[in-house]
């Protein structure tokens, strides 16, 4: 299985500061049809996982735009530009190149 | 706007079956792939299953194959997970979701608890 591998598993962050997120595939994700189907989830406390972005960098519809991502390959990155306190929560990364589909084991957003 | 309304879970004993639901609304149910993915609580997430929106292509992770079997009704826009031979370590909130490379989740999850 890909093993996807992110960093760091906590963040404490400063209201209104960027915050990033590495993730890191053990093997390449880009498809035979040429996409990448990395993915970025959101769970906020007691709520079910949220899509925030798919195929590296589109943005679901909802998502603020200061939550944005990027990569290649086998790396990539969610940026919040500017976090605020709705951002609390546990994120994670989703390969869907390579069945069974992957999951990092999550980051952990905090304010501190 | 996607609507998934996961059922069916509850309390079982190891060794016991159990059969969930997705009732899906707001996009047009046969054109999509549909995947069942389950999280213990408090950990992270796994996939567990897909199936094509015709029913033809299916597919199962090592973890349950053998014992779940996913299926749809397209003329009921829902989604199935039959789960036999259930074991302890299958205990965790299964959720549905639209799409398989790019899924997109919209219930809030079912929970499997499988206990003596």
């Known amino acids: 299985d890909v093993v996807m591998t992110q960093s760091p598993l906590s963040l404490p962050v400063t209201l209104g500061q960027p915050a990033s997120i590495s993730c890191r595939s053990s093997?390449?994700?880009?498809?035979?049809?040429?996409?990448?189907?990395l993915n970025w989830f959101q769970q906020r406390p007691g709520q079910s996982p949220r899509r925030l972005i798919y195929?590296?960098?589109d943005r679901d519809s909802g998502v603020p735009d200061r939550f944005s991502g990027s990569g290649s390959g086998t790396d990539f990155t969610l940026k919040i530009s500017r976090v605020e306190a709705e951002d609390v929560g546990v994120y994670y990364c989703m390969q869907a190149t390579h069945w069974p589909w992957t999951f990092g084991v999550g980051t952990k957003v905090e304010i501190q | 706007q996607v609507q998934l309304v996961e059922s069916g879970g509850g309390l079982v004993k190891p060794g016991g079956s159990l059969r969930l639901s997705c009732e899906a609304s707001?996009?047009?149910?046969?054109?999509?792939?549909m995947i069942w993915f389950r999280q213990v609580p408090g950990k992270g997430l796994e996939s567990i299953s897909y199936i094509s929106g015709s029913g033809s292509d299916t597919n199962y992770a090592d973890s349950v194959k053998g014992r779940f079997t996913i299926s749809r009704d397209n003329t009921r826009n829902s989604l199935y997970l039959q789960m036999s031979s259930l074991k302890v370590e299958d205990t965790a909130v299964y959720y549905c979701?639209?799409?398989?490379?790019?899924?997109?989740?919209g219930g809030q999850g079912t929970l499997v608890t499988v206990s003596s």
């Open positions: 707001g996009f047009s149910f046969s054109d999509y792939y």
């Open positions: 195929k590296v960098s």
């Open positions: 093997q390449s994700l880009v498809y035979s049809d040429g996409n990448i189907y």
């Open positions: 979701a639209r799409s398989a490379r790019v899924p997109k989740l």
